[in-house]
């Protein structure tokens, strides 16, 4: 899928900007694909980034001593 006009239009964190700023903030986009399973980010990673979810979600975990794992949040299309 790809990434459209709509969905920084209907994103409460975008949709305060103007038209013109909507569409340039697009065209700079860098479009991602992760594979199921695939890490983004570990704990104590600086992230200056930020993401839109185009499709499918996203899990954030956290993983005891065990190696046990907690699902934090999950992060779904158009979060």
Same mark, same amino acid.
Do not use: C
């Given at each position: 899928?790809?990434?459209?006009?709509?969905?920084?239009?209907?994103?409460?964190?975008?949709?305060?900007?103007?038209? /013109?700023?909507?569409? !340039?903030?697009?065209?700079?986009? @860098? =479009?991602?694909?992760?594979?199921?399973? +695939?890490?983004? &980010?570990?704990?104590?990673?600086?992230? /200056?980034?930020?993401? !839109?979810?185009?499709?499918?979600? @996203? =899990?954030?975990?956290?993983?005891?001593? +065990?190696?046990? &794992?907690?699902?934090?949040?999950?992060?779904?299309?158009?979060?």
């Amino acid at each position: 899928m790809a990434i459209n006009l709509d969905m920084f239009t209907q994103n409460p964190v975008f949709s305060v900007l103007p038209k /013109p700023k909507l569409e !340039l903030l697009m065209q700079l986009a @860098i =479009q991602r694909k992760y594979q199921k399973g +695939e890490s983004i &980010s570990h704990t104590g990673d600086i992230w /200056p980034y930020f993401f !839109l979810v185009v499709s499918g979600s @996203i =899990q954030a975990l956290k993983y005891s001593a +065990e190696g046990r &794992s907690l699902v934090v949040t999950t992060f779904k299309s158009g979060d």
